[in-house]
């Protein structure tokens, strides 16, 4: 009879055990769902917060598809390229996990860098300024060349694309608002370099690209960006050899929108996705 009775005590710690355990993981699931509920950041199913990278991306998908409406142009009409300079790995690593593989750089040291350590195929442009002595280093990392805006660089990417038996297509950049802090052919020395560079096979004239003004009035862009669509559209139509323009890389972060609207196939879009820059650490 003793034994029954201590059997039964067994079971029923065992059991109040089992209980208080219970207990336990229903506290811990309400405390989760009350973060959840109060966090201002939404959480993922591993318990860790959605990236800003993620809450970022989402709206400028939006921005971009509400542009595309408005225009009347078909979403696949425009690019995005995720601006990542200065930004580490891990940020463009969680750019890629969100579907995107199109990057762009302005300096050739953190292209050589970032293509180094990132193996997957990815899409590389280079859209800052170039330096001639430079160029070696791009052939076979990017896939697109925006700001070439004098001949010296034109021959030497016509070079180096040669010894690498490639053919780079590149983005004439022509400073259309004339501002002296930015580099850039003017609109009306355009239409003859494109010819002069032209004759170049190893160098392909895909379009042009504009860096518009920094403005906190997305408007004041708007004929920035009409100048340079009816540009191309002029170049285009003097026939020349080797050349059929159909890329306008064109409207950042603060006017992507008003680009779409006026044509842009490239928007170049960096703060927007991974948040301010800190320059002290480059």
């Known amino acids: 009879m003793k034994s029954l009775r201590m059997l039964q005590q067994t079971q029923h710690q065992a059991l109040n055990l089992q ?18 509920v109060n966090s201002t ?26 542009a595309c409406d408005r225009a009347g142009r078909d979403r696949s009409e425009v690019k995005l390229i995720c601006v990542s300079k200065t930004k580490p790995v891990s940020d463009i690593r969680e750019a890629m996990r969100l579907g995107q ?19 997957e195929p990815l899409h590389w442009h280079m859209i800052g300024h170039l330096q001639t002595n430079k160029v070696k280093y791009l052939p076979g990392r990017v896939d697109m060349i925006h700001s070439v805006d004098n001949a010296g660089l034109a021959a030497e990417i016509e070079k180096q694309a040669a ?32 010819k002069e560079i032209s004759k170049y096979p190893h160098v392909r004239v895909r379009g042009l690209m504009t860096i518009a003004p920094y403005t906190d009035d997305p408007e004041s862009n708007r004929g920035y960006f009409k100048t340079l669509k009816q540009l191309m559209l002029d170049i285009n139509a003097m026939n020349i050899p080797n050349v059929n323009m159909d890329t306008l890389s064109m409207g950042m972060t ?3 929108e008003v680009a779409i609207e006026e044509g842009a196939t490239f928007v170049r879009v960096g703060t927007g996705i991974f948040g301010e820059r800190d320059y002290s650490k480059k």
């Open 101 to 119: 593989d199109t990057f762009g750089e302005n300096k050739v040291q953190e292209i050589k860098d970032k293509t180094t350590e990132i193996t």
């Open 163 to 194: 010894k690498a038996d490639i053919v780079m297509d590149v983005l004439c950049e022509v400073n259309v608002a004339q501002e002296e802090s930015k580099f850039g052919l003017t609109v009306d020395e355009t239409p003859d370099f494109v």
């Open 41 to 66: 950041q939404p959480f993922l199913l591993d318990g860790g917060k959605m990236s800003y990278i993620e809450e970022n991306l989402k709206e400028v998908e939006q921005k971009i598809q509400a």
């Open 254 to 256: 603060g006017d992507y």
């Open 19 to 36: 209980i208080a355990d219970l207990n336990f993981n229903f506290t811990f699931i309400y405390v989760i769902i009350g973060l959840c």
